[in-house]
């Protein structure tokens, strides 16, 4: 297996940053706070990354994080030892969450963390491979409503839909706050007529594909949203500009932004009240035909990346579409024009695993701008 590790200065984050800029230009500060991010050296799928290496992923941003193990098949005290560790060195910047698997002495694991100073609780029921309602969830939310520490469970792709064991733990343990990551995709499209009913369940933002990213942001509770990178799969400056064009384009005000960025992480981690904010009132210039047509075919060149395919007619077919003559999407869609020539001069390049390489990020990169025409744009490009 090819061993992805990301270099301090990463070439898409190069590239976003300009764009990251603009929007801190026009809304002003942002405390950002990353809800999920991960070190460790033997998950399955290949990634890798230490303290180090996060550190100056959030640099950048003078962002802090929450961090936890990634996948480690042998088990997790060592790997939340070295997470303490990390947080210990750098409590300015990173805090611990524990991970903890269910089905190993996860009460007596999660009990020791928390003593040792980790801020809250991570479960992955793909990874590990069991369901919320296995007792020892149960006792792990007990846990965390004694401590008012959060509990972050993987939502993403790989698992069955969970959502409906997690509101009810949520209204089974009030003070237990529940953040489902990565967009909770296995159940956004009906858990969110549920949230504003369970003030202590958030959702995380560590996810990519646009029609998800826009629901996220259009119909959940701003102040039930929480920033996060999934870094290192997203570095945390791509996330922040990628991530914030999506809010804005949703029509997310200052005020949701602020508290998307970090301010109701913050809170939540020092177990004080939440402050909650509602829907944004609705989206921002919504993209033109030219705008739709490119983020269509890079929907179709994302999936054949990441499933095996040839995705380069369908990227042949997006730069082609970002030709538009002196249309008003013209200065836009050059730079996912430009963005798509980086990805191509990458790929050659990268080997066949893991399964998000630089250019596929890229890809994604110029999907979003595409899909965010109302976002901020670098005044060079304007």
């Known amino acids: 297996m090819v061993v992805a590790r990301v270099p301090a200065v990463d070439v898409v984050d190069r590239a976003l940053a300009p764009w990251w800029e603009a929007i801190r230009s026009s809304v002003g500060p942002l405390r950002l706070y990353d809800a999920h991010t991960h070190i460790g050296f033997n998950d399955p799928d290949g990634y890798r990354q230490s303290a180090p290496e996060l550190l100056a992923g959030l640099e950048p941003l003078n962002a802090r994080a929450v961090v936890f193990p990634m996948h480690e098949p042998d088990g997790y005290p060592p790997a939340n030892d070295a997470v303490l560790a990390a947080a210990e060195v750098a409590p300015d910047r990173l805090v611990a969450f524990c991970r903890i698997d269910p089905r190993a002495g996860a009460l007596a694991e999660a009990r020791r963390c928390l003593d040792a100073g980790a801020r809250g609780i991570k479960l ?13 969830v149960e006792r792990l939310f007990v846990l965390a409503g004694e401590r008012r520490v959060p509990l972050l469970i993987h939502a993403g792709r790989g698992i069955p839909a969970l959502g409906e064991q997690a509101v009810q733990l949520a209204s089974r343990h009030p003070d237990a706050r529940l953040i489902l990551a990565h967009a909770a995709v296995s159940d956004l499209g009906w858990l969110q007529h549920e949230m504003p009913r369970h003030p202590n369940l ?103 990346a990441l499933y095996s395919g040839d995705r ?14 002196d249309d008003p999407a013209a200065a836009l869609l050059s730079e996912v024009a430009r963005l798509l020539d980086l990805a191509e001069r990458l790929a050659p390049d990268e080997p066949p695993e893991p399964r998000y390489p630089r250019s596929v990020r890229l890809l994604v990169a110029a999907m979003t701008l595409a899909r965010t025409p109302a976002a901020p744009t670098p005044p060079a490009w304007r």
Not at 124 to 135: C, D, I, K, Q
Not at 242 to 269: K, N
Not at 312 to 325: D, H, N, Q
Request: charged share 15%.
């Open 124 to 136: 992955h029921p793909r990874a590990e491979g069991f369901a919320l309602t296995e007792p020892a």
């Open 312 to 325: 380069s007619e369908p990227i042949a077919l997006a730069r082609l579409s970002c030709e538009v003559g």
């Open 202 to 304: 958030f959702i995380d933002t560590s996810w990519w594909s646009p029609g998800d990213m826009m629901a996220l942001f259009t119909l959940v509770h701003s102040g039930q949203v929480l920033w996060a990178s999934d870094s290192p799969y997203t570095m945390p400056l791509t996330a922040a500009a990628l991530h914030m064009r999506f809010a804005i384009q949703a029509g997310v005000g200052v005020e949701g932004l602020r508290s998307i960025a970090g301010e109701q992480l913050e809170r939540i981690l020092s177990g004080a009240e939440t402050v909650p904010i509602g829907r944004p009132s609705g989206e921002l210039k919504p993209p033109g035909p030219h705008h739709q047509r490119v983020v269509a075919h890079l929907l179709a060149a994302i999936g054949a």
